[in-house]
């Protein structure tokens, strides 16, 4: 069967890879705004020790809640391209013609009938 919703498919893939870069710049950034905090070089950013590792944390984490909200949306636009493939698989094999049903009758005999 050919594929097809090309342009959704190369939009799940984007959305799968823009998830994964977030994912690691915002780690990447989270720890060095931690570092930053904890070596004492976070008042260049304005910040101070717990400033410092506490803007690093949720820099961690809602980079990785938005990582999970674009990984996730790119999986399921491959989920529902999935479900509509099946779909259409399972129309054709229904659609199908199918041998004829040949029903036999019981044969009687010609002579009395026993019980």
């Known amino acids: 069967m050919q594929p097809r919703f090309t342009a ?14 977030v994912m690691i710049v915002a780690m990447f950034f ?17 910040l101070s020790l717990p400033g410092g ?9 809602y980079g990785l809640l938005g990582a999970l909200v674009l990984i996730g949306a790119g999986e399921v636009i491959y989920l529902l391209l ?3 493939e099946n779909t ?3 129309a054709i094999l229904l659609n199908r013609p199918s041998p004829p ?11 009395a009938e026993v019980f």
């Open 88 to 90: 259409r698989a399972t």
């Open 101 to 111: 049903v040949v029903v036999e009758e019981p044969r009687r005999s010609g002579g």
């Open 30 to 46: 989270g720890v060095l705004m931690i570092v930053a905090g904890v070596m004492g070089t976070a008042e260049l950013l304005g």
């Open 82 to 84: 999935a479900i509509e």
């Open 8 to 21: 959704l498919r190369i939009i799940g893939s984007i959305f799968r890879i823009l998830g994964w870069l």
């Open 53 to 61: 590792v506490l803007a690093g944390l949720l820099v961690i984490f």
